[in-house]
């Protein structure tokens, strides 16, 4: 609201009396200033290009990951922007977050250099040869997206001959969408794949009764 505005007042005498409502906005009556918002749909594109150039040359990179024999260079900030899994790391009271190499167990090499790339990038192809590997890998680091792209890959790759494969690795990682759908394939096909004898499933892991 403003007050005792005497008649000729305007810029900011009158604006330095509004005490109530937007600060930026002037009274009713006085001329609005020109503004332009603008939002680039190029700045985090081209900063994602720069910081993986960073990344390449090993500059201002403060983590080595250790991966089997495998060591990847990166950025602290980087990866927890885009994994809950290292930003409790870095940011909590865990030894990694002094360390300059920390060790990850339990995933595989190529998969995590991958998810290191869409951290960067945000590009990644799953395809056969990678997603047995992907996918836990994915689920590890708590990369929910990456997890649901895995998913949706198998989902396309159902076939009699895998189903039973696929359904128990759904199960293996808690895929639940994936799970109910490759239950409902197998029922749906139950005698097609009980009369198939031919090819290979792409998800070799033995179904558990």
Same mark, same amino acid.
């Given at each position: ?17 509004? &005490? ?13 200033? $020109?503004?332009?918002?603008? #939002? ?63 060790? #990850? ?27 047995? &590997?992907? +996918? ?9 997206? #990456? ?6 890959? +198998? ?10 494969? #696929?359904?128990?690795?759904?199960? &293996? ?8 759908? $490759?239950?409902?394939? &197998? ?23």
């Amino acid at each position: 609201m403003c007050t005792n505005i005497r008649p000729g007042e305007t810029g900011m005498d009158v604006t330095s009396r509004c &005490t109530l409502g937007d600060p930026n906005k002037l009274p009713e009556g006085v001329p609005q200033p $020109a503004r332009m918002p603008y #939002i680039s749909d190029k700045h985090p594109r081209q900063t994602l290009e720069v910081i993986n150039l960073l990344r390449k040359h090993r500059e201002l990179c403060d983590v080595v990951l250790v991966v089997g024999a495998k060591k990847i260079y990166a950025h602290r900030v980087i990866l927890s922007a885009c994994s809950p899994y290292f930003r409790a790391m870095f940011t909590g009271e865990l030894a990694e977050s002094r360390q300059t190499e920390v060790v #990850i167990r339990d995933i595989d090499e190529r998969a995590m250099e991958l998810l290191i790339d869409f951290a960067y990038t945000s590009q990644i192809t799953v395809e056969e040869g990678n997603v047995q &590997t992907l +996918l836990p890998a994915a689920c590890l680091l708590q990369l929910a997206e #990456i997890q649901e792209a895995c998913c949706e890959f +198998l989902k396309r790759q159902l076939d009699p001959s895998n189903c039973l494969g #696929i359904r128990a690795f759904a199960d &293996t990682h808690s895929c639940r969408e994936l799970l109910r759908i $490759a239950d409902k394939f &197998t029922q749906h096909n139950f005698q097609e794949f009980h009369s198939s004898t031919h090819g290979l499933p792409i998800i070799p892991v033995p179904f558990a009764e």
